[in-house]
């Protein structure tokens, strides 16, 4: 490689690594926790007991409450409020209802109840709050809404450039040096600078991945935006120009989904959105089905049913820039493979956290020099690092 090469290449890591890496930082630091967000809930908040089993793929289980009925209890625990979601667990009886002031009401606004459906009790509600949640919405958007989660998707973009831009000079900075050479009796700076080069080569897949996967995951407003105005409005063409649905005509939610079990067998209904929010249109319940298997029950098919008729209107499968959005969503943070995965996620972030720092104190060391003698140090393997 010349060395004109090595200096562009050279200048692109520099700086995308200098602008990110104080935000990847915090996003790691964030991200730890939140790895075992599920496990650490559990610990904290204790394990609800459910008296039957959830509900499959083949319909409902006997003994399970109506959805009218569980919908009758949310509503009455918030008077004037609206439904929003209804979430189901397939592997035990407990669902959530969201209810909020109006269907497009911001998230803040609303409210998350837990049921059993097998007694039709109250489990409380979701509380918004607490470390976990401050973590959770730190890590996501940095308490600034949709402007924070494109802010660090740039971030993850310049994470991603800067992994790039370091495997190129990975090459020429090895073609003297073995595989994982770590020169420790040398300068303090050239021991960092091989426990960097090391460090980074090693987590490089999993870097790109979990950099690439939160690119993605900050989109996920715009990418159902999108959705809303493209797919959505194509399955409700025929309710152009009709008004919306007001919640007091709103039919029978048990009849919308037999409905919408009649035109996708064999799946499990992960969630119902109610009509004017950003799931639905204004006509129609959309009753969302995941698959049952572990990488299908990611990719979700939704079904519009008529909210006023309970007839079925259309289903579709989700488009393909959806299902990449589901299916990086669990990657981010490991979810796929259970604690051990989960735990190998939690060492890959450490990696990280000490790639990103001895960056951080590369630059700091040598923020002076010149970029000449920078590429001069890249083209010798370090043996030009001066002696610290």
């Known amino acids: 490689m010349q060395r004109s090469t090595i200096r562009v290449w050279f200048l692109v890591h520099k700086w995308t690594s200098i602008v990110c890496t104080a935000f990847l930082l915090m996003l790691c630091i964030t991200g730890l926790p939140l790895i075992f967000h599920d496990e650490i809930d559990t610990l904290t908040e204790g394990t609800p007991q459910f008296g039957m089993p959830g509900v499959g793929s083949s319909g409902e289980a006997p003994g399970l409450k109506p959805l009218d009925e569980m919908l009758a209890k949310a509503l009455a625990a918030r008077p004037g409020e609206v439904p929003v979601f209804m979430a189901f667990d397939n592997d035990q009886p407990s669902m959530t209802i969201t209810t909020a002031p109006q269907p497009d009401s911001p998230a803040e606004d609303m409210t998350i109840q837990n049921f059993d459906r097998s007694t039709g009790r109250a489990h409380g509600e979701t509380a918004d709050d607490g470390v976990m949640h401050f973590l959770l919405q730190l890590h996501t958007d940095m308490f600034l809404g949709l402007p924070g989660m494109l802010f660090l998707g740039l971030m993850g973009l310049l994470f991603v450039v800067a992994i790039v831009s370091g495997v190129v000079l990975y090459a020429p900075f090895m073609k003297k040096l073995d595989f994982g050479t770590l020169r420790t009796s040398r300068s303090t700076r050239l021991k960092w600078l091989d426990y960097h080069n090391l460090l980074g080569i090693v987590a490089l897949a999993w870097m790109t991945v979990v950099g690439a996967t939160g690119v993605i995951n900050a989109l996920a407003t715009p990418i159902f935006q999108y959705w809303q105005i493209t797919e959505l409005a194509a399955m409700t063409r025929a309710y152009a120009g009709k008004g919306a649905v007001p919640p007091e005509k709103y039919g029978s939610i048990d009849k919308a989904m037999a409905a919408a079990r009649a035109e996708i067998p064999g799946n499990n209904p992960q969630f119902i959105a109610f009509p004017g929010g950003a799931f639905s249109s204004k006509h129609h319940y959309a009753v969302f089905f995941q698959g049952d298997t572990p990488l299908t029950e990611r990719l979700l098919t939704?079904?519009?049913?008529?909210?006023?008729?309970?007839?079925?209107?259309?289903?579709?499968?989700?488009?393909?820039?959806?299902?990449?959005?589901?299916?990086?969503?669990?990657?981010?943070?490991?979810?796929?493979?259970?604690?051990?995965?989960?735990?190998?996620?939690?060492?890959?972030?450490?990696?990280?956290?000490?790639?990103?720092?001895?960056?951080?104190?590369?630059?700091?060391?040598?923020?002076r020099s010149g970029t000449d003698a920078l590429v001069r140090e890249v083209e010798s393997g370090g043996d030009l690092v001066p002696a610290e």
Do not use: C, N
């Open 302 to 367: 939704s079904a519009l049913i008529d909210a006023e008729t309970g007839e079925f209107t259309d289903a579709r499968p989700m488009p393909w820039y959806t299902k990449a959005l589901a299916l990086s969503q669990p990657l981010h943070f490991g979810d796929y493979g259970g604690l051990p995965l989960k735990l190998l996620w939690a060492v890959l972030t450490l990696f990280t956290m000490i790639v990103l720092g001895s960056g951080l104190y590369l630059w700091l060391g040598k923020r």
